[in-house]
């Protein structure tokens, strides 16, 4: 499996900016899949996550009611639609596939991050 992020960029706080994860390789119909955040001296954390049918999804606390995880299975792509951004959101995104019992961790494969950077 192997991901690549896009859509990242700078934009004012309140804005909005969506994220892509495109996935290619064998079985995307069959995996979870994430994304995780990076800021500066911080450590990694979890963002939100989609299970492989698209019916369950789970967001971290942070950023529950402001970003949308979906899936398109015919794109192989997972998307995430960020809103209300504040500049404590800036971070580097990455997203990350897996076959999970627990959608904020243990993921396998991860792509490269893309910068989100909120300006205030």
């Known amino acids: 499996v192997q991901l690549q992020a896009s859509g990242g960029g700078l934009v004012q706080a309140g804005g909005s900016l969506i994220l892509s994860c495109a996935a290619s390789?064998?079985?995307?119909?069959?995996?979870?899949m994430a994304w995780f955040r990076q800021s500066p001296g911080k450590e990694r954390e979890f963002v939100a996550a989609i299970d492989w049918s698209g019916a369950t999804t789970d967001y971290a606390d942070s950023v529950k009611g402001r970003f949308t995880i979906s899936r398109d299975t015919a794109k192989h792509t997972v998307n995430l639609q960020m809103s209300s951004l504040q500049p404590e959101d800036t971070a580097i995104y990455s997203c990350a596939a897996g076959w999970v019992t627990n959608l904020r961790n243990k993921y396998k494969y991860w792509g490269q991050g893309t910068l989100v950077t909120v300006s205030s």
């Open positions: 390789g064998r079985a995307f119909g069959t995996y979870s």
